[in-house]
C-alpha cells in the first residue's frame, strides 16, 4: 500500500503542462472557502492536505465532469501510472467521504460512528491514533485497504458547540429518500460545514451559534 505516494504522484502531473490551469483555478476556487493561503501559517499543511484532497476526490475536473481521480480511473484523464498505482486507483475510488464521531481508541485501533450511515467502523493498526477527542465530530475521507480503511491526510474537526447543529443537518440529510439526491445533499453539507469551521476560525469573538446555523449574519 502506497496511497500516499500515489496521490502525490498525481498532484505532480496535475501541477505541470496542459493542467497546470485547472489546478490555478482550483486552488482560488478552495481558498475562497478556506481562507488564506499562507504558506508561513501554522495551518498551512493542514489546508494543503485539505485542498489535494477535495481537488483529487471532489471537484469536478471541468473537461470530464467527474473528479480527477474517478476521471483517471474510467480513462477519461491520462495519467503516467504503473500497473500497481492503477490498482490501488481503483480503492482511492471506493473512498468512503464523510462526517464522523470519534469514540475510542484501542492498542492502535480507532473506533468511529459514520454519521450519516450510522454505522459503526474500526480501523485496524490505524497509523493515526491521536488528536481525536471523545464524541468529537470531524470530516475525514477513508480509503478502503484489506479488511480495514485507512485515513487520507485530510480532516476538518468541528467545535463541540456546533455538535447539535451538525447533528440536526445530518438527520434531515437522512431523511433525504431519493439516493442521488441524499449524496449530493451530504457532499454540500460537508462543504458547507467546511466553511463554517473557517468562519469560526476567523471570527472567534463570534458566538459559535452565528456561525453554525441556517441562518447567519455572517456570510458564508
Known amino acids: 500500500m502506497n496511497y500516499d505516494g500515489l ?3 498525481m498532484m505532480q502531473q496535475f501541477s505541470t503542462g496542459d493542467f497546470l490551469t485547472e489546478v490555478n483555478a482550483a486552488k482560488k476556487q478552495f ?5 488564506v493561503f499562507d504558506e508561513y501559517s501554522t ?6 492536505s485539505q485542498f489535494v484532497d477535495w481537488f483529487l476526490f471532489s ?4 473537461s470530464q465532469g467527474d473528479p480527477p481521480i474517478k476521471a483517471a480511473r474510467n480513462g477519461g484523464l491520462r495519467l503516467n501510472l504503473n500497473a ?35 454505522e459503526k467502523l474500526i480501523l485496524k493498526n490505524s497509523a493515526v491514533t491521536i488528536g481525536f477527542e471523545k464524541d468529537q465530530i470531524f470530516e475525514a475521507r477513508l480509503i478502503p485497504y484489506q479488511e480495514t480503511f485507512v485515513f ?14 451538525i447533528l440536526k443537518e445530518i438527520k434531515r440529510v437522512r431523511k433525504i429518500k431519493n439516493e442521488e ?22 471570527y472567534r469573538h463570534v458566538d459559535i451559534k452565528e456561525i453554525y446555523t441556517n441562518e447567519p449574519r455572517l456570510r458564508i
Open 152 to 165: 487520507t491526510h485530510s480532516f476538518c474537526f468541528h467545535p463541540p458547540k456546533a455538535s447539535k447543529y
Open 181 to 202: 439526491e441524499r449524496l449530493r445533499e451530504k457532499e454540500a453539507l460537508i462543504m458547507k460545514l467546511f466553511k463554517m469551521r473557517y468562519k469560526f476560525e476567523q
Open 43 to 48: 495551518d498551512f499543511e493542514q489546508k494543503m
Open 84 to 118: 500497481d498505482e492503477v490498482n490501488l486507483l481503483e480503492n482511492l475510488d471506493q473512498s468512503r467521504h464523510s462526517l464522523f464521531e470519534f469514540l475510542k481508541t484501542k492498542n492502535s485501533d480507532v473506533y468511529l460512528r459514520d454519521l450519516f450511515a450510522n
Open 31 to 35: 481558498f475562497e472557502s478556506a481562507g
Open 7 to 9: 496521490i502525490g504522484k
Open 59 to 62: 471537484r469536478p475536473f471541468a
